[in-house]
């Protein structure tokens, strides 16, 4: 999807959603990706979350070693999608934590680009989240996490994440969400109908 950078001088608004798409780019100057990085989990036990699988002596015998080279084969993606320029904004889902999201703005190839980045603990039961990374181009204004209303007995699962701000004299409204599954005959549709009302709803506010 292309986004045409608006030639009026005057303030134009957009609001995107970046769920499973592989990247979507804004003509001219900023790029912006989405990316689902598959499993971004430090190497170290949660002690709430259920990530034994991606420890050093869990099923994945998940090392400092491999998750360096997956740290930095995910820079070298994003550097990629912008084609010789840092994308602007960088939207992830399943990442574990604050941790790995340092890491890969501060000691990846990404490091170049100055990026910060902005998330949330989510009570997803795996402890994957959302988050969205940003360099000098795009100037946030604010931010929160979205949580869908779910009954007692439903799976706990990711926020989403709601960034505003200016790029290009642009107000963008993001929205960065990790839906729940589709797999075993769709058994979380209901709450996937949840998450897409409610950011529906956010978007129908902002138009007020």
Known sequence: MKYKTPTSKRTKQLAMILSLIPNMVLAQQGVIVFHNCENFFYPTKDSIALDDDFTLEGKKRWSF???NSKKNLLAKTYIAAGKGN??????????????????????SPLRKGNYKYIHYPSQDVRGIDVALLYNEQFSPIS??????ETDPNEE???????????????????????????REHNIKKTLRTKIFTMVNSHIEQLRK
């Open 86 to 107: 840092m994308p602007a904004i960088i939207g992830l889902c399943e990442v574990e934590n604050d941790k790995v999201l340092y890491d890969l703005c501060k000691d």
């Open 143 to 148: 931010h929160c996490k979205l949580e869908a």
């Open 156 to 182: 706990k699962t990711r926020d989403v994440l709601y960034v505003q701000g200016m790029m290009q004299e642009m107000k963008l409204n993001i929205y960065v969400i990790h839906a729940p599954s589709r």
């Open 65 to 67: 070693s491999r998750y």
